[in-house]
């Protein structure tokens, strides 16, 4: 049996094609593997608990048949960090702190979603401590459920238009130093993040201390992508179109 990891499906009441690949996979994957772990932004945006939107609740739905066979756990992103306890009952999901040291298959994995590694961004690591406050969570979600609906689109169109204006800039990935302090606060275990959209499998170094870094691929179109961890190790495989 294996563990899977995803990340960044960016799932929103416009990806048709990925909510349903996801669907699919959930029904493939559901009682034949060991865990599932889903390693933030496994939606576009969530605004509370109490969001009833017809494509969360197809997927929210999905999640909990999956859970009653299969163990999964997820983890907030920077889209979706508004996960509560309503969250966790209504997609029978284990909500994980970032980040979280796993043992599995003979190996120590510190999982992380990986957008607190981007250090060089300070403007955007300024808002991620002001708004995992509780001051500030509370003040969000006492807002009515349209208004916050309202936010979160306005922050999804200036995000596009970073994105488009700046493509993928350097301060969008993880720093050297910000994943060598991650590494060397918990012995130098095999690292698995998302979120820079630049899958990939690095080495580090510092001393005599070394690990490895697994970057899990984001789902777009009508594609995605796992990485699946057994006794041979990690391997990163597609999905999808
Ligand atoms: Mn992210």
């Excluded at 094609?17 to 060991?34: P, Q, V, Y």
């Excluded at 702190?97 to 690591?125: F, K, M, N, V, W």
Aim: one cysteine or more; glycine letters at 8%; charged letters at 20%.
């Amino acid at each position: 049996m294996a563990i899977h990891f995803i990340s960044d499906l960016h799932l929103a009441d416009d990806t048709p094609a990925l909510t349903r690949l996801f669907l699919d996979t959930l029904a493939g994957w559901r009682g034949r593997i060991e865990a599932l772990y889903i390693l933030g932004d496994l939606f576009e945006y969530w605004v509370g608990d109490d969001d009833d939107s017809p494509y969360l609740e197809e997927a929210l739905a999905a999640l909990r048949a999956f859970a009653a066979e299969t163990p999964l756990f997820v983890m907030r992103g920077n889209r979706d960090f508004l996960f509560g306890a309503g969250f966790e009952a209504r997609s029978g999901a284990r909500l994980l702190d970032d980040p979280t040291l796993i043992e599995a298959h003979g190996r120590r994995i510190l999982l992380s979603h990986g957008d607190a590694l981007c250090a060089d961004d300070t403007a955007y690591q300024q808002f991620r401590a002001v708004s995992r406050s509780p001051a500030w969570q509370q003040a969000m979600l006492a807002r009515p459920l349209a208004e916050r609906h309202a936010i979160a689109r306005h922050a999804r169109a200036q995000s596009e238009m970073n994105k488009q204006a700046n493509g993928l800039s350097a301060i969008s990935d993880v720093t050297e130093t910000a994943v060598q302090q991650l590494l060397a606060a918990h012995g130098w275990p095999t690292l698995i993040h998302g979120h820079t959209h630049r899958p990939g499998h690095h080495r580090h170094q510092a001393g005599d201390s070394h690990a490895e870094r697994w970057v899990i691929r984001d789902w777009h179109g009508e594609a995605g992508g796992y990485l699946l961890l057994d006794d041979a190790g990690i391997q990163a495989l597609p999905l999808g179109g």
